[in-house]
């Protein structure tokens, strides 16, 4: 699939590594709707790249199948899905207070997984209605993260998170082959996203110093650009990729 021929939704598109993913297709020549919950920053970068904002609870059924209406009105249909909504939240399993807030646990599941299950499995049906170029009638992508093989300390939620996204991949894209439609992953490593900008600088360089090489964070362009090599690349599926500078937690 041509990056200038999709149809791109996006979830958590109004900042971070979604945000990098819309400027970079839009740049391209995409069609581009975007879903958050942060409807000014996300009517904004629509504003800004052309295309089209929803504001979008990825764990809602009604709110996703909303969504996805509106995007096939703004583009005329659904080639590619890129789901990188999601929180990072950090408690031990027994801590200082106890032992971990099972809500916080739960929320995390809802959001990182449920969530993408849930923007997944209605888009793909919504694609499955797509004219095939060559067989192919979507791709998707979901955000797994480093934390799915080697997560640390406090990352208990989080890491089952993003686990749940590695394991759900190929059996995904098991599904989904009969309808023409690839599922691929990217697991990133540290990124310098709004969420790491706001713990400072010198926070910033303790974290890349334990990156192998390049000694820094991931940049949010380098994980659009594999956004795209993934959708163009049509024998790319049921995949599952690191991107982290080779950087193994501990």
Known sequence: ????????????GASGLGAAVARRFAMQGAQVTLFDRDAENGAGLAAEIGGTFCVVDVT???????????????????????????????????????????????????????????????TAAE????????????????????????????????????????GMTLPAARDLAMLGIRVC??????????????????????????????KRLGRPEEFAALAEFIVECGYLNGEVIRLDGALRMR
């Open 60 to 122: 809602d059924a009604a709110s996703v199948t909303a969504g996805i209406a509106a995007a096939k009105a703004a583009m005329g249909g659904v080639s590619v899905l890129v789901n990188c909504a999601g929180i990072a939240s950090g408690a031990r399993v027994v801590g200082r207070d106890g032992p971990h807030d099972l809500a916080l646990f739960q929320r995390t599941i809802d959001i990182n997984l449920v969530g993408s299950f849930n923007c997944m499995r209605l």
């Open 1 to 12: 699939m041509q990056i200038s021929n999709a149809n791109l939704v996006v979830t958590g």
């Open 185 to 214: 992953a990217i697991a990133p490593g540290v990124f310098l996203t709004p969420m790491l900008q706001g713990l400072g600088a010198e926070i910033q360089t303790e974290l890349a110093a334990d990156v192998t090489f390049p």
């Open 127 to 166: 694609m499955a209605g797509n004219d095939a170029v060559e067989g192919e009638r979507g791709v998707i992508i979901n955000t797994a993260s480093i934390a799915a093989f080697d997560g640390q300390k406090g990352q208990s939620a989080y890491a089952a998170s993003k686990a749940g996204i590695v």
